[in-house]
Nanobody, 121 residues
């Protein structure tokens, strides 16, 4: 019954912004950590950002200062605000439910289907 559904991806020019959403259902959102991962064609999936159930956040170095993770527990939604986008941010972005604060794949037990983000001029 656990479901995670990403939305908000699209095509944006370098320097632009996008806001991704992860709609959660089938569990109590504020009891779990939520993370964003991404995967570009031909590359391994990498962790982008995570938010613990206590409100702590973590970002991989390449997105620090540009991306912000947040959650609205009342709306059962987690967001990833992406600013100053670069072509290397192009990837399918996934949200995942897990435990603790980190970007290790083994920490996450449910994943969404992904949403495409393309940064190109």
């Amino acid at each position: 019954q656990v479901q995670l559904v990403e939305s908000g991806g699209g095509l944006v020019q370098p320097g632009g912004s996008l806001r991704l959403s992860c709609a959660a259902s089938g569990f109590t959102l504020n009891s779990y950590a939520i993370a964003w991962f991404r995967q570009a064609p031909g590359k391994e999936r990498e962790g982008v950002s995570c938010s613990s159930n206590s409100g702590s956040t973590y970002y991989t170095d390449s997105v620090k200062g540009r991306f912000t993770i947040s959650r609205d527990n009342a709306e059962d939604t987690v967001y990833l605000q992406m600013n100053s986008l670069k072509p290397e941010d192009t990837a399918v972005y996934y949200c995942a439910r897990g435990y603790g604060l980190g970007l290790e794949e083994w920490q996450y037990d449910y994943w969404g289907q992904g949403t495409q983000v393309t940064v190109s001029s």
